[in-house]
């Protein structure tokens, strides 16, 4: 019926060695909960070898002992084109992880590569729709970062802004299922409670056909998902999503990651696109 296209992708990831929760910035990271490391490391294996049984070539940067949060690689570049916009983090335990994006993208040849100047989140704030940047704002990512993003990329970005401090980053509310073509536009899957009003009719008008989350998908990080077009790799508690998302004919592929939810994070934060 509806013969959805998976396309190839190539992401970046980080191998959750040095992975703990000793410091809270976020409402689900409570540091004297214990996690264990071990578990951590067999979801994030199973998730990155997830990717290559789908077809997708996965890179690895090496982590760095005393940079816990590194494992969610999504938060330090945002990569369209092959441009690399990188990050700079609101919090002081995470800000050294940018430059170790920064000097893997160099290594790699990247020759675009702009360093913000503002609070810049990468792809936990942003959402590239193939055409439009989405970005969001109102936790992290400072909202002039938006206007930065879109001059050093080129791309027409949208600002949203984040009211639920739960759903902290863009892709904690939202992910964009299939990137538009030129014979059908993008479709995104949201959770409408953690946007203002306004951002709300914003992406109504611009998703008419979006697929809308429930609290109970949004509270188990369900919106943290990384879609090829056709696969959608899903927490596996987010169950219900998946029926809707089955019923429109993606294929829901779902994965644990009870530990880095610890952290406030899900598949996607774990995960840098890198679009060529
Ligand atoms: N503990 C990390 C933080 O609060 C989690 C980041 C999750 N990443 C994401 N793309 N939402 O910064």
């Not at 014979?183 to 009719?201: C, L, N």
Request: negative net charge.
């Amino acid at each position: 019926m509806f013969g959805r296209v998976p396309t190839t992708r190539r992401y970046l990831m980080c191998a959750p060695h040095y992975f703990a929760v000793n410091y809270a910035i976020n409402p689900w990271m409570d540091p004297s909960r214990p996690v264990d490391r071990e578990l951590a490391l067999a979801q994030w294996s199973e998730l990155r070898d997830t990717y290559r049984r789908l077809g997708h070539t996965v890179d690895e940067i090496e982590p760095q002992p005393g940079l816990p949060d590194m494992v969610f690689a999504a938060n330090s570049g945002t990569v369209v084109d092959g441009r690399v916009l990188g990050a700079r983090f609101r919090a002081a335990e995470r800000a050294a992880e940018a430059e170790h994006f920064r000097r893997w993208f160099l290594e790699r040849g990247y020759r675009d590569i702009t360093m913000p100047t503002k609070i810049n989140e990468a792809e936990g704030d942003f959402a590239w729709t193939g055409r439009l940047l989405l970005a969001g704002a109102g936790f992290r990512t400072d909202p002039a970062a938006h206007a930065e993003a879109q001059e050093a990329l080129g791309v027409p970005v949208v600002s949203l802004t984040l009211t639920d401090p739960r759903y902290y980053h863009l892709d904690t509310a939202l992910f964009v299922l299939a990137e538009a073509t030129d014979a059908a536009p993008a479709q995104v899957a949201y959770y409408p409670d953690a946007f203002s009003a306004g951002s709300r009719r914003v992406l109504a008008r611009l998703f008419p056909d979006a697929v809308l989350a429930d609290a109970d998908d949004a509270a188990v990080l369900g919106l943290n998902g990384v879609s090829d077009g056709r696969n959608v790799v899903l927490p596996a508690e987010a169950t219900g999503l998946a029926d809707r998302l089955a019923r429109i004919g993606y294929e829901p592929v779902l994965v644990g990651i009870s530990e880095l939810r610890k952290s406030g994070g899900g598949p996607k934060c774990c995960t840098m696109e890198l679009r060529k």
